[in-house]
């Protein structure tokens, strides 16, 4: 059983599928607690209903698409969810895991999306010391981002790295962090700016493409926000 906090069907707006009609599956909780995070009630504030795994099936088999997202919350901590991409994969659909990389998983998705967390992530002063020192205890997992590059290679699938910058500082680390990896692929890094309006996210676009042209990594959007604002079911 997993608690699931929304299945609806949008368009992917973040990463190398963006554009991508997909049903997401989104999870609930998460052992990370962002402060920026945009999806609280998936991670600070779980809701949602515990559902089997053929009823999740069941819910995604109701919409005509071949491209499945699996996001959250933290997906990876989550057994059963291992299933659900096995069940998927069965279907011949398109699965891509969207994880914060801090649980290692060998599950047979086609596109692992991690999205390590830097140091700008950790919420001080907006939880409990229990959370801030697991938080910060958890989110540096490179060990965990580096097996499940390896494991998606190693089945001929594919994963990318996501980062969620919001300052020049921020993009620096993502640097540190990269130098802390045996091999990575700079076509599969992407910097994304912080931000759940598009406001936000155009005050990032006055520097963060440059920075990307200079550093030969991606430059990552996110779509949906323009698309359809910061609001639930996209
Ligand atoms: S890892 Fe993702 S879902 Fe969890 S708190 Fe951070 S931003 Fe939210």
Redesign the pocket.
Known sequence: MVRISEIFHSIQGEGKLSGTPSVFVRTSG?????W?????Y???EPEGDTLSVSSILDRVDAFPCDHVVI????PAIFDEIGEVVQSCKARRKHVTI???G?VDRDWDCDLWSI?P?LSN?TPIGMASDEWVRN?DLR?HAPQVVESLMESSLNRQADYQLKF?VGSILDAEEVLEYLGELHAWDRDRVMMMPRGTTAEELQLHSTWLPSWCRTHGVRYCDRQHIYWFGNTRGT
Do not use: I, M, Q
Request: charged fraction near 25%; include cysteine; glycine fraction near 8%.
């Open positions: 998460c052992n990370l607690r962002c920026f995070c945009d999806t609280r998936a991670s600070w996001t959250g919350g933290e969207e994880t914060a801090t999205s967390k992530s938080h989110r969620v």
